[in-house]
């Protein structure tokens, strides 16, 4: 692989890895004190995906299914996701989010937003933010296409 490229990777790997952990531990809100790191990432993929099967979740999550299966539990005992049954398939299940989980997504976004603005904006050009989401943007695109494809 190209050195640079091979950089550019192991950084986003680290931004990744170790920016949401010191984000999300960074924030002292009590939304971070119910839910689990890991609650709040299922319930972002399902802000962006509106249903999902649990299978599906689990890829996305890079989890097994069961660590899906105990993380969908707690998160509908809080009223957060739905789970509901396919009518074609009785083993077959979509979830998504409630209202009420789409106010928790939506206030976790709202604080995670001002945190990362408050640590960057002081620290980054308006050249370098328009770099970034031109670039972020094409990954994104990318990633999307070749994940339709599969």
Known sequence: MNKRLDEAVDLFKDVMIYGTERIIKSIEHEIYDLYSPEQIHMLQILSKVEKVSPGRLAELQGVHKSAVSNRVK?????????VIDSKEDQRGKTISLTDKGRDVIHQSNELISHHIE????????????????RIFNKVRTILKVEDEMK
């Open 74 to 82: 707690k998160l509908s005992q809080n009223g957060l996701v739905k």
């Open 118 to 133: 408050d640590l960057l904006s002081d620290e980054l050009k308006d050249s370098e933010i328009d770099e970034f989401i």
